[in-house]
Structures are given as structure tokens and as C-alpha cells.
């Protein structure tokens, strides 16, 4: 199926590693031109190698970012805009979290999560509509989590904010699709962790081993994983891998094959939730 991406202008944020590198590299398949919006610049350095590497035709570009504050988001914006001349479709993949019980966690922490979560794609979102709204056109894809959609422990304030991301979507798309052409949706994954360290795990990635989340909850061994799948309720029999989050989104993103979708959310979890 021609999804009809190619020279199509796309930003993903946390576009360095893990989901955000699949979808960077989905993209890139497709011809598109692909703004990799990260903090980490050395690691979207490696993943915007990988997509000359493809050589299907568009332009790959490393513009650094730090989601949460508004003046570099502005500034990310306006260069993606400079590059490429317009901006099609923004992916606010940047988000994450350490797992700790609600009552053992520091406000420091609950603060870091809204920061990153849910303002971070207030920001982003804000900042490409100044752009997509007078080309009346745009799509904008966030990247959830089914911790927002049925609730998990260990995950209170994440999972609030993942389904504050769910919510602006319906309310964006009532806001702004008719009139704008602009269209919202969001990708809502299980767990999915990394399947090749060493070329899809930055320094700054939640998933970097030895990092903050692996000592809060310990090293992700083959075990370990084998376990969540078993008692998970990963109906599918695996954990999801970074290539079906970024399928979905491509999905999403094609106005050639999804022209009629908008505000909704889209559960790629293995069955993790199944929401009628």
C-alpha cells in the first residue's frame, strides 16, 4: 500500500532512541524528510546516518531540543520549518518515567513527569501550529500509553499524564480539524523496550543500562520480559517491539489512507488493554 509519505515534512520528538529512532527510520523508508528533535544529538547523530544509509530520498536533520522548554521548542520549530518549508506532521514521541510507588515517590518526580509528558506536547503542538494552521493542513500523532487508558501501579502521575495527551486529542480535533484541516490522533503502546542496545539506546535514554529506570526496577533481563509477557496479559505472546509503534503512527500520519480518522487513540499493546 503507497501510504503517499514521500517529501512530506515530519518532526519526532525523542526521535533518538527506541520508538522515537523506529518511527524517525519509518519515516525516513517512506521519503520523507525528518527532523530528529532530541536532546540527545549525539545519538540522533547515529540515527540520522541510518536514514542517509536508506537512501529513499528525503533529508534527515538533528535539531536539538529539550521538549519542556518553550523557547527551545519555538527555536526547533522555526528551523524545521527553515530546512524543509513546511511542517506536515509532528510526532510527540518525547516522554517517560521511572517506576515508583505513588507514595514513595518525591514531588520532584511527579513535577519532571508533567514537565515532560504533558507539557512537553502542549509545547510541541503549540509551537507547529503556527505553521500548519495557515497551510491549513497538518496531522499531529501523540505518542500515549496504555498506563493512560486502564491505570497501572507504580505509574500514577505518568499515566495522568498520558491521559491528558489522549484528551487533547479529542479536544484539538474538535477545535481544529474542520477548520484547519489539521488532524490529531494518538498511539497508545505496552511496554516496549529496546531490541538492539547498542544502536537504538542513547546516553539519555529512560532504557540506557545502568540509568535511573534500571535501578528503580532492575536490569530487563530476557527472564524478566519472558515473565511480563506471561503474567502481562500480552495476548499477541510477545512484548511490543519499537517497529509496531512506528507502523501505527505511519498509519495515522498517511492523510492518503486516514484522511477520515481523527481524535482518536489506537492501543498497539498486544492486547495489554482492549478498550471497546
Not at 52 to 63: F, Q, S, T, Y
Not at 74 to 103: H, R
Request: glycine fraction near 12%; include cysteine.
Amino acid at each position: 500500500m503507497d501510504l503517499k509519505l514521500k517529501g512530506k515534512s515530519i518532526i519526532v520528538t525523542g526521535g533518538a532512541s527506541n520508538v522515537g529512532r523506529a518511527i524517525v527510520l519509518g519515516f525516513a523508508a517512506e521519503g520523507c524528510n525528518v527532523a530528529i528533535a532530541d536532546i540527545d544529538t549525539k545519538q540522533g547523530e547515529r540515527v540520522r546516518k541510518e536514514c542517509d544509509e536508506l537512501k529513499a530520498g528525503g533529508r534527515a536533520i538533528v535539531v536539538p531540543c529539550d521538549v519542556t522548554d518553550w523557547e527551545s521548542v519555538q527555536s526547533m520549530a522555526k528551523k524545521v520549518n527553515d530546512e524543509f518549508g513546511k511542517i506536515d506532521v509532528l510526532v510527540n514521541n518525547a516522554g517517560g518515567t521511572v517506576n515508583k510507588f505513588f507514595v514513595e515517590t518525591p514531588r520532584s518526580d511527579w513535577e519532571r513527569d508533567i514537565n515532560l509528558n504533558l507539557w512537553g506536547t502542549i509545547n510541541c503542538t503549540r509551537a507547529v501550529l503556527d505553521y500548519m494552521m495557515p497551510a491549513k493542513s497538518g496531522n499531529v500523532i501523540n505518542i500515549s500509553s496504555d498506563g493512560g487508558r486502564t491505570g497501572d501501579p507504580t505509574q500514577v502521575v505518568y499515566g495522568a499524564t498520558k491521559a491528558g495527551v489522549i484528551s487533547m486529542v479529542k479536544s484539538l480535533s474538535k477545535e481544529l480539524t474542520q477548520r484547519y484541516g489539521i488532524r490529531f490522533n494518538a498511539i497508545s503502546p505496552g511496554f516496549t523496550p529496546p531490541v538492539d542496545y547498542e544502536k537504538s539506546v542513547g546516553e539519555k535514554s529512560w532504557f540506557v543500562p545502568g540509568g535511573e529506570l534500571e535501578q528503580a526496577i532492575g536490569a530487563l533481563t530476557p527472564e524478566r520480559l519472558e515473565k511480563s509477557v506471561k503474567f502481562g496479559g500480552y495476548v499477541t505472546g510477545r512484548l511490543g517491539r519499537p517497529e509496531d509503534i512506528a507502523n501505527a503512527v505511519l498509519f495515522f500520519a498517511s492523510d492518503a489512507v486516514c484522511s477520515h480518522i481523527a481524535g482518536q487513540t489506537l492501543s498497539v499493546s498486544g492486547g495489554y488493554s482492549m478498550i471497546g
